[in-house]
């Protein structure tokens, strides 16, 4: 109770009411796939937590946009809420620690927490040439997953470089960059939150899963959470509304003047693309790319970059 009080505090210092919090609460179970009998549970995940799983979360080839859509979210306290529910042990960009003192962390919180951290790693491994085209303190990217991934309770890979490859596997692919699953041969094993970058939402939705259940959500074939990458964005999107509803239709006078309302014919790939923008959004459910007038580019499919380009041209 004395834990939960000093929460809300805590949350009150920072601008978020009790009322906040629990709207956020309610927001995040929907989107988690829960019914709304599970929010006062959701919601003592953050405000009681009666475990705070150690974290390592680790950089390889990538832009850290993933962390920062984390970090500067518009929730301006999502970020806090992680930090509430984890002991990051280790991370490259929020850590104090550098140098030798960063890799002595790194080594202490593997040994000391085997078999029980979460592995977060963003961005995706350079495996051709013994590992040469990424590496930090002198030790491939390749080199470090094999040396802390196995070892975790479980691991998520977060942004679509971690999960496919990304950017750096976009052809031709000199350092044969590969997703954390398929060059450490994880696939299956490994939770990915594809999308460049993905949605803070989904990320926190898998941990609260994890904490509250005590297991990962249930995933797709291609490793992602079915709560989250269940439904194209074709499905979910309100300008598919505008074609297949009558009252659209009589408004924008004609079923071909409603249709071009649609971005499809500006090469949106929300038909083939898999994941909940439309009902997530993003900035604090402000907007969300299509919503704003952006076709959708398939950022959380496989292999976007050369699969879905050239982005503004109809499939
Ligand atoms: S804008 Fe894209 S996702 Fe929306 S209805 Fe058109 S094709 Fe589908
Ligand atoms: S709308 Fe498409 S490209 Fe944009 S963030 Fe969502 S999945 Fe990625």
Not at 178 to 203: D, H, T, W
Not at 247 to 263: D, K, N, R, T
Request: charge should be negative; proline fraction near 7%; charged fraction near 20%.
């Amino acid at each position: 109770m004395e834990k939960e009080k000093e929460f809300y505090e805590r949350l009150e210092s920072k601008g978020v009411s009790r009322r906040d919090f629990m709207k956020f609460c309610t927001f995040l179970t929907a989107t988690m796939g829960l019914s709304t009998s599970f929010v006062p549970k959701v919601a003592e995940v953050f405000a009681a937590p009666n475990q705070r799983p150690p974290v390592v979360w680790l950089h390889f080839g990538e832009c850290t946009g993933c962390s920062e859509a984390l970090l500067r979210s518009m929730y301006p306290w999502i970020d806090e809420l992680v930090l509430e529910i984890l002991d990051v042990e280790y991370h490259e960009t929020i850590m104090a620690a550098a140098g030798y003192q960063a890799e002595e962390n790194l080594h202490n919180a593997v040994k000391k927490y085997k078999g029980q951290f979460v592995c977060v790693v963003e961005g995706s491994i350079a495996t051709k040439f013994d590992g040469g085209y990424g590496k930090v303190a002198g030790k491939s990217f390749l080199e470090i997953a094999q040396e802390v991934v196995p070892h975790a309770a479980a691991t998520i890979a977060i942004g679509s470089c971690a999960s496919f490859g990304g950017i750096p596997a976009a052809a031709p692919n000199p350092g044969g960059y590969k997703g954390v699953g398929a060059a450490l041969g994880m696939e299956g094993k490994i939770v990915n939150i594809p999308g460049c970058p993905p949605n803070p939402i989904n990320l926190v939705g898998t941990i609260v899963n994890y904490l509250l259940l005590g297991k990962l959500p249930a995933l797709d074939d291609k490793g992602r959470p079915v709560f989250a990458y269940g439904k194209t964005i074709h499905d979910s999107c309100p300008r598919r509304a505008h074609f297949e509803n009558d009252e659209f239709v009589e408004q924008f006078g004609s079923e071909e003047a409603a249709l071009g309302y649609c971005l499809y014919k500006m090469g949106c790939r929300g038909p083939e693309t898999y994941n909940n923008c439309a009902v997530a959004k993003f900035n604090d459910g402000t907007s969300w790319p299509i919503e704003a007038g952006a076709p959708c580019i398939g950022c959380s499919e496989p292999d976007f970059w050369d699969t879905m380009t050239p982005f503004y041209e109809e499939l």
